[in-house]
């Protein structure tokens, strides 16, 4: 029986090596070969940023073209008319001066165009290689129109049109030997066009070919490989990369040139149109090559080839090494054998651990889902600790970990006094626990949820002295019939969506039920939808102003300007009721732009500060941000004006924010972040935004005077904003005991129900 199993370990052994060695081969095969493609991609992106460079050189001299005929007005002659020519052939030169590597730059006008009727004016000016004096050409002399000029037809096709969708567009010429400046150029050329669509001329830009040739010349892939580069006619430019074996190199050109390998790839003739690495083989004389090509920037083809027996030489190590150790494999094999035995006990370990969290040692969502497919019927509930994040930013994760630690402890305590196999607790990735039952009745459902929520806040957590509130919002999913096509995460997405549902509704627990709501919901977005359209349309959307008391002086000092809807009845609909459609409508910006205008409008009058809340949207849209500095310079109230960005709004790039303050403080306006403490990074990067005004967040404010954490996680923020002078203003101050709490804390404004509910006219609640 042994000696059957050693059999049986050895054939393994020497089929599994057998395996090992083809998969290695191949995967190392292509890794060289990924390896050469970024190495051969390296230099084409080197290439296509150079013939990219050229190309916007020559763009930039068309938009000089368009900007000088701009300023000409309506025939214009004679002197006025030779002004204007002097200071653009002055550009011209100026420009010829810093484009590195031209050899010569024009612009070719229309008959007419910066000329008196039926003559061109073409002025073209030269570079010396060696002094880099400049030379203008007598163009008008030589030809009547550009089209006979020699770079026209090299360029451009003779029966090319205008057409005002190629603006900006450059085409390119192949290399070719210019006789003017005695050496190899290619000429860029790209039309110019004025506002009403007509052709103007032309913009050429021409350049010595050296230019794209010494960025070849550069480029080494493995040691005998070799770089080439071919213009749109197929003509090598450049020196291969074999040494001093002209014959070779020959042989190696005349191959690669049979190819025709423009056929190949997709001609990339202007700016930003590269092509994408095409693989394929070559042989020349007794070698084969594999060739990496694609089409550049210009048109042109670039591609390297390298020895297939230096992409292959990589894996005769690799194979001496993997005999070796075969052999080495199976004269240990008895050590192997107890080897196998141990990791096998380890890996059952392992397999153990894999269904467990590490923290609470609870099992996790990997076994949650294991468990939920062998059952038929379950219920699931799933626990969300509420502000959970809060925590972790004030007081740190390893407070964070002694609060699920907590919570762990009591799920643990009610599962086993409720049979540990009936009802199972594990926990979720973040600050989410469920608890895993058989099928129940609703009712019964939430009678558990009750109880459930009651164990784990019934308790404060203590941590380092301060007792945390801890809150947590409930969803419910039951399930009576698993089906063969049910996900085997259903039931958990479900009741992450009652979790959410709970948390909108302001529920502590809900049951998912995909029957209800659904069609509703979709009545009453078209609904509001429509409410909504035509509310702007009829010009009823109108600010309200909700006063701010400074907590100094108990006087209201400014108002926070909010958008209502206005019915024809008369009744007024706040903005809860129908900026969720907006937005997915995307009318909020049109909504900023109303508020922007009749907000200027009302305190223009008046000496009164305001705020005008601001979306991240807002704030990246260039016509909005337009619009609200022309509102400010032309009402010249900016320093009377505070700018609330909502600290929750789905910020991507904090540089954007800046970029409106810098743009925006210079007239004397204040930013202030609103809703302050709902994010996960406010901390760090209020730090980096030069900000006036923090706005702490209701949720927190709400319950001020009754939740320890609450009070401790504001009292941090005030501490913060105090250390940076920044102010700070309460939210949602809805009675006396609140207030009492925000007056403690130092907070100095305050804003909510107990001082103003938002009125229709700044100062009719004073």
């Known amino acids: ?204 830009t021409a350049w010595g070919a050296d230019q794209i040739i010494d960025v070849v010349s550069r480029i080494t892939v493995t040691q005998h490989s070799f770089a080439f580069l071919n213009d749109r006619n197929n003509r090598n430019l450049s020196s291969l990369s074999q040494g001093k074996d002209t014959r070779r190199e020959q042989a190696l050109i005349d191959a690669i040139l049979a190819l025709d390998l423009g056929a190949d790839v997709d001609s990339a003739r202007s700016l930003g149109e590269v092509g994408e690495l095409t693989t394929r083989g070559l042989s020349a004389g007794n070698e084969d090559y594999e060739l990496y090509y694609a089409a550049t920037a210009g048109g042109m083809v670039y591609g ?41 006990i380890q890996l059952i370990r392992e397999l153990q651990a894999s269904y467990t969290d590490d923290l609470t040692g609870l099992p996790n969502r990997v076994r949650l889902l294991r468990d939920l497919q062998n059952r038929q019927a379950a219920a699931l509930l799933i626990i969300n600790l509420d502000r959970f994040n809060q925590i972790n930013s004030l007081f740190g994760n390893v407070c964070g970990d002694h609060v699920l630690l907590a919570v762990a402890t009591r799920l643990t305590a009610f599962s086993r006094d409720h049979n540990r196999e009936i009802f199972r607790v594990y926990r979720l990735p973040g600050d989410e626990f469920a608890v895993l039952a058989p099928a129940m009745a609703p009712e019964v459902a939430h009678q558990l949820a009750v109880q459930v929520r009651h164990l784990v806040t019934g308790d404060r957590v203590y941590w380092q002295e301060q007792r945390l509130t801890v809150d947590v919002s409930i969803g419910i999913a039951l399930r009576n019939n698993r089906k063969p096509e049910d996900a085997a995460d259903q039931l958990v997405s479900q009741a992450k969506v009652a979790v959410l549902q709970a948390r909108e509704t302001g529920r502590h627990h809900l049951l998912y039920d995909p029957a209800v709501g659904v069609e509703e919901n979709y009545e009453n977005n078209l609904y509001w939808a429509n409410r909504l359209k035509e509310a702007i349309d009829h010009d009823r959307l109108v600010p309200w102003f909700q006063p701010i008391q400074d907590n100094q002086s108990g006087r209201i000092s400014k108002y926070e300007c909010l958008v209502r809807m206005v019915e024809p009845d008369g009744s007024v609909i706040s903005a809860g009721r129908f900026m969720d459609i907006a937005n997915k409508l995307r009318l909020n910006r049109r909504i900023t732009e109303l508020m922007i205008e009749k907000c200027f409008a009302c305190f223009t009058g008046r000496d009164d500060e305001f705020s005008i809340n601001l979306s991240y949207g807002d704030i990246t849209e260039p016509e909005t941000v337009a619009q609200i500095l022309s509102a400010i310079e032309t009402s010249g109230i900016g320093d009377r004006v505070i700018f609330e960005i909502l600290e929750s709004d789905g ?84 009675n006396e005991p609140v207030q009492a709490k925000v007056r403690e804390l130092g907070i100095d404004f305050s804003q909510g129900e107990y001082v103003s509910m938002p009125v229709p006219a700044p100062g009719s609640a004073d």
């Not at 992409?311 to 050590?335: F, H, K, W």
Request: charged share 20%; with cysteine.
């Open 651 to 734: 910020i991507t790039n904090y540089d954007d924010i800046r970029t409106f303050i810098e743009q925006v403080k210079p007239y004397g306006c204040r930013i202030a972040i609103d809703d302050f403490g709902t994010g996960y990074s406010n901390f760090s990067h209020l730090l980096s935004l030069n900000v006036d005004f923090i706005k702490i967040d209701g949720s927190l404010i709400r319950n001020l005077h009754e939740d320890q954490t609450a009070f401790l996680v504001t009292s941090g923020i005030v501490q913060f904003a105090r250390s940076l002078d920044i102010q700070t203003v309460a939210e949602f101050v809805h």
């Open 304 to 344: 390297a080839g390298v020895p297939r027996n230096e992409i292959n030489a990589v894996l005769l190590p690799m194979e001496r090494t993997n005999y070796r150790i075969l052999v080495g494999t199976v004269s240990a094999m008895l050590i192997l054998s107890l080897y196998l035995l141990y990791r096998i």
């Open 1 to 204: 029986m042994l000696g059957l199993l050693l059999l049986v370990f050895v054939v393994g052994m020497l089929l599994l090596s057998s395996l090992n060695l083809s998969y290695s081969r191949d995967a190392l095969s292509e890794l060289r070969r990924q390896q050469i493609n970024e190495v051969v991609g390296a230099g084409l992106s080197r290439i296509n940023a150079r013939q990219s460079a050229l190309a916007s050189y020559t763009i930039t001299l068309a938009n000089v073209g368009e900007s000088f005929h701009e300023m000409v007005e309506s025939g214009m002659s004679g002197r006025a008319l030779s002004i204007v020519r002097g200071s653009l052939e002055h550009t011209l030169n100026a420009h010829l001066q810093d484009f590195e590597g031209a050899a010569g730059a024009g612009l070719w006008f229309e008959p007419g165009v910066l000329s008196e009727t039926g003559t061109s004016y073409m002025p073209y000016f030269l570079q010396g290689s060696d002094d880099n004096t400049l030379t203008r050409l007598d163009t008008e002399s030589r030809f009547d129109h550009y089209r006979n000029a020699p770079w026209f037809g090299r360029t451009l096709e003779q029966e090319w049109t205008a057409d005002p969708d190629n603006s900006g567009h450059v085409y390119w010429s192949p290399v070719y030997f210019d006789l003017n400046t005695e050496r190899a150029v290619l000429t860029l050329a790209s039309p110019m066009y004025d506002r009403d669509g007509n052709l103007l001329g032309m913009a050429t």
